[in-house]
């Protein structure tokens, strides 16, 4: 009993699982820091191999999803529950990691002129492609990719957010959402084949 | 379940992780308690600080006028 006064969260786990919102809830209401270890519990691996996918390098991976909790917590009282509490710190995770990408002076990425000229059949031709592709070979590609294309692929592929959740992040539209999930597709197709010399079967 | 290579990477990412999250962790966890520590600083001597200011300012202003009413009482000796 003692231990349970000591610590809130004990008799709140004894009851249920609590959902994430629950948790920012009580975080909210008694600056508890078990409830803030909870969060960080559930969510720091996927940040962080977000951050790898976007920032390419471990240590800077590591430094980002330091920063980005600390602005999780700071920003907590503002998260107002109108979509999920996953898809509100991926956003967050998404948004530090492009700005941090956007003050390097030089990004290394492969330059792919905006009009593309693969003629591409079929698009779920180039997404079986892609979920089935392996696992280095992915990584290499995502390294060359713009900032853009490479978060708008890991939120569909890696998150599953659906259209509606990617516009709520990258504030556009529906239609311009698809388009950019489209051009990222192709972009990751060009890239994948200069790269690797392999020709994607077309049809 | 059909493949996914971007969440085979994501696990691939995880595991080579190892240790560095308790560090990170910990990292979190003191920035938060010194970003508490100085809001608890700010919120007990915020008030005072700003009184302070504003009297200083008021004595400034004081002062300030006070000089104008000398300069402008010398001006019209030395008309």
Known sequence: MIVNLLNPIVTHTSKKMMCDEEVVEQYLLTKNIHYFNL????????????????????????????????????????????????????????????????????????????????????????????????????????????????????????????????????????????????????????????????????? | MSKNSFKELESLIINDRGTHSEVTKQNVQSNIIFIKFLGDIFELYGPNVVKVLQSISHVNNNSVKQNDTNSSTNNTFDL
């Not at chain 1, 590591?62 to 991926?90: C, H, M, P, R, V």
């Not at chain 1, 959740?165 to 698809?178: F, L, Q, T």
């Open chain 1, 39 to 203: 969060l960080y519990d559930r969510y720091t691996n996927k940040i962080y191999a977000k951050c790898v996918a976007m920032l390419k390098v471990e240590a800077k991976a590591e430094d980002a999803t330091q920063e980005i909790f600390i602005k999780i917590l700071l920003n907590l009282s503002k998260f107002t529950g109108k979509s999920k509490f996953s898809t509100w710190i991926y956003s967050i995770t998404y948004n530090y990691c492009i700005d941090v990408i956007r003050k390097e002076v030089k990004e290394n990425t492969v330059f792919v002129e905006d009009q593309l000229n693969i003629e591409i059949a079929d698009d779920n031709c180039i997404e079986n492609e892609m979920l089935e592709m392996n696992v280095h070979r992915l990584r290499e590609v995502l390294k060359l990719m713009q900032v853009e294309d490479k978060s708008i692929l890991l939120m569909k592929y890696q998150d599953d957010m659906s259209i509606k959740e990617i516009c709520d992040v990258i504030n556009k539209s529906e239609s311009a959402v698809k388009m950019k999930i489209l051009r990222a597709k192709e972009r990751f197709l060009k890239i994948y084949r200069m790269e690797f010399k392999t020709s994607i079967q077309m049809v």
